[in-house]
């Protein structure tokens, strides 16, 4: 793909557009290629609903890259306004768009039938998985960082995001605390640039949910039975569904950026608080979901 958007734009008499400087130039090419095709298909309707996720995991995954190697995020945005503005000038009925469509559906076809893919962080690792048991509950994407397993479960044909403890039967309830993106727009560092350690029991936190602006999602379900031990890996263990939604709300975040679960007992104290990492959720989300046909309600 990277060789075919060089000759997309200068077949059409385009200037490339200039990578952020700095970047990973293989993560830098894959965003561009992909924030370009995208933005071309936004105009003349090239691709199906699962085609464009799939593009959208490519470009999620290189975007976290570059966010983490310290690419700023207005440089990837004055990127991506180049990258439109280019797409802007392209005619749909150019023959080099009919070959970008052709080169996008055929890499789909095989993309499709990957079964399961890793998507690293700076810490931790989510692994998203398309298999589905129709008797037993599994996880879709799940982040273990051993004493928790966080992530999407299937079961029954219904996707939730999921909280996996083992043990912890004093917390009754669980709540998960994201940024509010509108009363913080940007990052909010913890540490004030490492002055500071971050929490005790995750001290590779740095940016996190900060007090004054936080969006908190409570748990819809919980168990102690047969789902929780087979999501857990053990018996005894302790599991809390969230609605869909909670996932697209963390998708949404920065990928440098950490949720926080606040775990509280009957009386509503908090007994416990646990750090995700949220990494390339986003793109580990449109892997799962860009292989849907319709079976599964998520």
């Known amino acids: 793909m990277h060789a075919f958007v060089k000759t997309l734009c200068l077949g059409?008499?385009?200037?490339?557009a200039t990578a952020p400087a700095l970047a990973d130039d293989a993560a830098a090419a894959i965003f561009g290629e992909r924030q370009l095709a995208m933005a071309v298909d936004t105009r003349c309707g090239l691709f199906t609903h699962n085609q464009r996720t799939a593009l959208d995991a490519a470009r999620l995954q290189a975007r976290g890259l570059l966010l983490r190697e310290g690419v700023s995020l207005h440089a990837l945005d004055d990127y991506t306004r180049e990258l439109q503005m280019q797409a802007a000038s392209i005619a749909?009925?150019?023959p080099a768009v009919g070959d970008l469509?052709?080169?996008v559906v055929e890499a789909f076809v095989g993309w499709v039938r990957i079964p399961a893919m890793d998507f690293p962080g700076a810490h931790f690792t989510w692994t998203s998985s398309r298999g589905v048991m129709p008797d037993m509950p599994v996880w879709s994407i799940v982040q273990d960082q051993g004493n928790l397993k966080i992530g999407v479960s299937t079961r029954d044909g219904q996707r939730q995001l999921s909280l996996a403890l083992p043990g912890s039967e004093r917390a009754t309830s669980a709540i998960l605390v994201?940024?509010?993106m509108d009363r913080?727009?940007?990052?909010y560092d913890a540490t004030m640039g490492g002055s500071?350690?971050?929490?005790?029991d995750a001290p590779w936190a740095r940016?996190?949910?900060p007090r004054f602006a936080q969006t908190r999602i409570w748990a819809s379900g919980r168990d102690t039975g047969r789902t929780a031990a087979t999501l857990a890996g053990e018996d005894g263990a302790t599991l809390f569904d969230f609605p869909i939604s909670a996932a697209d709300a963390m998708a949404a975040r920065d990928p440098r950026e950490t949720a926080r679960i606040e775990l509280m007992d009957r009386h509503g104290n908090i007994v416990a608080s646990h750090y995700i990492e949220i990494g390339d959720f986003g793109a580990a989300l449109a892997f799962l979901r860009g292989a849907d046909r319709g079976d599964v309600r998520s």
């Open 196 to 200: 500071y350690t971050g929490p005790t």
């Open 92 to 94: 749909c009925n150019d």
């Open 184 to 187: 913080q727009p940007t990052l």
């Open 207 to 209: 940016w996190t949910p």
């Open 101 to 103: 469509q052709h080169r």
């Open 12 to 16: 059409l008499g385009l200037a490339s």
């Open 178 to 180: 994201l940024r509010d």
